[in-house]
């Protein structure tokens, strides 16, 4: 039997939140696990000074993932280099495992376009802000690879809330009929900014919508960074494999929680009770695979003190570098609407550039 | 000697489909009944037969969907020409259209970038029911980051719309259904594109600038003839592609008369001809002779074909309001 064959609530488990054992342990060598903790604890540091760096004013509006570590770490180990990542907003996490530079994260939420340009080698798409837009774009592109006869496999983010959009139901809806090679992965964290899951779907979980779409779906606990991992492997393996069996799309749902704000634009207690929080900082799936790691003598507190250091210095580094950007020039605006500026846009920026260099740059930024 | 064939605009629509599928093998035609229907205005006819429903694609009926995957698509490198059956359909797919249609090559700075074409039939005056008339050109011409083209010839659809294709931008290729089977031309069978971006000269004319484009080329034009008997001459401007604007051409044509007209079939509030005298304001003033007129669809929700009539810039209303630009 495969994690597809289970009932949509018979929720996948690895370890629980004592870190004990309770389900099938993914076949990682000890590099990989601490590599993964380390990457986790990463997240999560990197997460704390972002929203820090917004308070300062040295950063706008920011989305916080903690909490989310397990299902973003544990879902972008199982991806290949040749995979693709469609994101929505929130998977700093994801997206780094997966090659894009931190300093490239900072430097969207600080407002560069630039953020978005990964390296050419990180298969990364940029941020989707909209809810749920992204999910038609995740199918076409594997549907893409799927035509060329490439067997790349393409997993792509999103939250609870997006599953009561039209373009999940699209998106999915063409994933199943052509058969593509996409994992959809429902980050359910329970609040859509103030929304609570049950208002968003009378199902009885996320995961069973997949039936609709005659696709897989399985939930997985989100907060089990193993469980997560087996989970993606699993059905990343069955969208490279076109003779398997099976569907190739997955709808995977990873029930988790979001720690903190919607964005530190948002003030959760507004709407949720601590009590909850708690029990659930109860599940922290860092601590959990912390448990675990050192109960198999893979890691102590010298191995934990080296990777809180070195995280620490990592997102130093990378704060630094992205603040060291200069502000990018207002030829930047227009370089890239058209492979080729047109004419009256060339003339827009003309204008604007003589009479700022008549005016100065202070003429036009804010203080 | 190139050979050609007596096309009308949509056989050419289709023409031009089939010798970009045959140049291009990133090129894929979807969208709902384009495949084995070919069409329901038989843009598509026997490509399916042709190429094959990996190349010409039956999708599931959602728009969204069409749009959404074929920026997927574009973004991995193809080339996607989605088609939406009727542009009063287009609006579940405006969100892909606008947030990321418009915005993937500058949102990564260059690396994305999304090389497809959105064909939808557009306008008035085919006796069609709700939502199958109108003309709303204008949501995409606001839209930066999408070029949008409208042809109104056979020869120059084909054309336009091979260039289109190759366009490493996004394309809304609106196509005015009035005239799809209006007239014929010899189009050739060889592939070839005319330039995104270059409006057409129809007619000449020293008394007025009439600057118009898709099916409403045909009655001012007729308008410009019956007024020619008069002793007025109107020089026709074709705009072709309304994003972005030939205003070289535009202020050339006016600078010439002095006196102009906008005529297109979208109401009048923030549509096109607003914008073409606001570029006559900013860069011909002094030229100016008399207030420049525009002739469009009334500010009212597109009729059901009972009144359609009278909503549509007829030849009638086109040559009155020329005739105010010239005695004025």
């Not at chain 1, 931190?102 to 390296?119: C, I, R, S, V």
């Not at chain 1, 076109?242 to 995977?252: S, V, Y």
């Not at chain 2, 005015?176 to 007619?203: D, H, N, S």
């Not at chain 2, 007025?208 to 019956?226: D, I, K, N, Q, S």
């Amino acid at each position: 039997m495969t994690v597809f064959d289970r009932a949509y609530d018979d929720t996948v488990r690895v370890l629980d939140e004592d870190g004990e054992v309770v389900g099938d342990v993914p076949d990682l060598d000890d590099d990989s696990l601490v590599e993964m903790y380390r990457h986790m604890r990463l997240a999560r540091h990197f997460d704390g000074r972002a929203v820090s760096l917004q308070r300062q004013g040295r950063m706008g509006t920011y989305p916080p993932l903690s909490g989310q570590e397990g299902a973003q770490i544990g879902s972008a180990y199982a991806l290949d280099a040749d995979d693709w990542m469609i994101p929505s907003y929130r998977e700093h996490g994801a997206a780094l495992v997966h090659g894009l530079p931190l300093k490239q994260t900072l430097l969207y939420w600080m407002g560069h376009e630039d953020g978005n340009n990964a390296p050419p080698d990180v298969n990364v798409f940029p941020v989707a802000v909209p809810i749920a837009s992204q999910v038609p774009h995740a199918t076409g592109a594997a549907w893409a690879s799927k035509l060329r006869g490439e067997d790349d496999a393409f997993v792509c983010y999103f939250g609870d809330g997006a599953t009561s959009e039209g373009d999940f139901h699209e998106g999915v809806n063409f994933a199943g009929v052509f058969d593509t090679p996409t994992v959809f992965f429902c980050n359910n964290n329970q609040w859509a900014i103030s929304v609570p899951r049950e208002r968003q779907t009378r199902s009885a979980t996320l995961a069973q919508k997949a039936e609709a779409y005659g696709i897989d779906g399985v939930q997985v606990d989100g907060m089990d960074p193993l469980a997560v991992y087996s989970v993606t492997e699993a059905a990343l393996e069955k969208a490279r494999d076109p003779d398997a069996d099976r569907p190739r799309p997955t709808l995977i749902e990873a029930v988790q929680y979001r720690f903190g704000a919607h964005t530190t634009a948002d003030d959760p207690t507004v709407y949720r009770d601590d009590d909850e929080v708690e029990s659930w900082k109860r599940k922290d799936p860092i601590d959990r695979l912390e448990s675990y790691l050192r109960g198999e003598g893979i890691l102590d507190d010298e191995r934990v003190a080296e990777i809180e250091s070195s995280v620490e210095a990592q997102v130093a580094d990378a704060i630094d570098a992205a603040e060291s950007m200069a502000r990018p020039d207002p030829r930047e605006l227009f370089e890239h609407a058209y492979a080729e500026l047109p004419p009256e846009l060339e003339r827009q920026y003309e204008e604007f550039a003589a009479l700022r260099d008549e005016r100065g740059d202070a003429a036009f930024l804010e203080d | 000697m190139t050979e050609t064939q007596n096309l009308t605009l949509v056989q050419a629509i289709r023409d031009g489909l089939h010798t970009e599928l045959r140049e291009d093998e990133d090129m894929v035609v979807m969208g709902q009944d384009v495949g084995k229907n070919g069409g329901v205005f038989r843009a598509t006819e026997g490509l399916f037969d042709e190429f094959g429903g990996d190349r010409v694609i039956d999708t599931p009926l959602a728009e969204s969907g069409i749009v959404g995957t074929a920026v997927g698509m574009a973004a991995m490198g193809m080339r996607p020409v989605p088609e939406i059956q009727f542009s009063g359909f287009m609006y579940p797919g405006f969100d892909q259209i606008v947030s990321h249609m418009a915005r993937f090559r500058t949102r990564s700075r260059g690396r994305f970038t999304l090389p497809m074409t959105l064909r939808a039939p557009y306008g008035g005056g085919i006796r069609a029911p709700e939502h199958h008339s109108e003309s709303k050109e204008a949501f995409y011409a606001h839209e930066a980051g999408l070029k949008v083209v409208i042809p109104s010839t056979p020869y120059e659809a084909k054309g336009l719309l091979a260039a289109s294709i190759r366009d490493p931008d996004p394309v809304i290729f609106l196509e005015p259904k009035l005239i799809y089977r209006a007239f014929r031309e010899e189009v050739p069978e060889e592939p070839y594109t005319v330039p995104i971006g270059e409006a057409a000269t129809r007619r000449e004319g020293d008394d007025v600038a009439v600057f118009t484009y898709g099916a409403m080329t045909r009655p001012t034009l007729e308008a410009a003839e019956t007024l020619g008997e008069e002793g007025i001459e109107c020089e026709v401007v074709d705009l072709r592609t309304i994003s972005p604007l030939d205003r070289e051409a535009i202020v050339e044509a006016f600078e010439k008369t002095g006196r102009a007209v906008v005529v297109h079939e979208a109401p009048k509030t923030g549509g096109l001809a607003g914008e073409i005298t606001a570029i006559l304001q900013e860069e011909a003033l002094l030229y100016q002779e008399a207030p420049i007129g525009r002739v469009t669809g009334f500010d009212v929700p597109y009729p059901l074909y009972a009144l359609e009539d009278y909503y549509l810039p007829s030849a009638a209303r086109i040559e009155d309001g020329i005739l105010e630009a010239v005695e004025f």
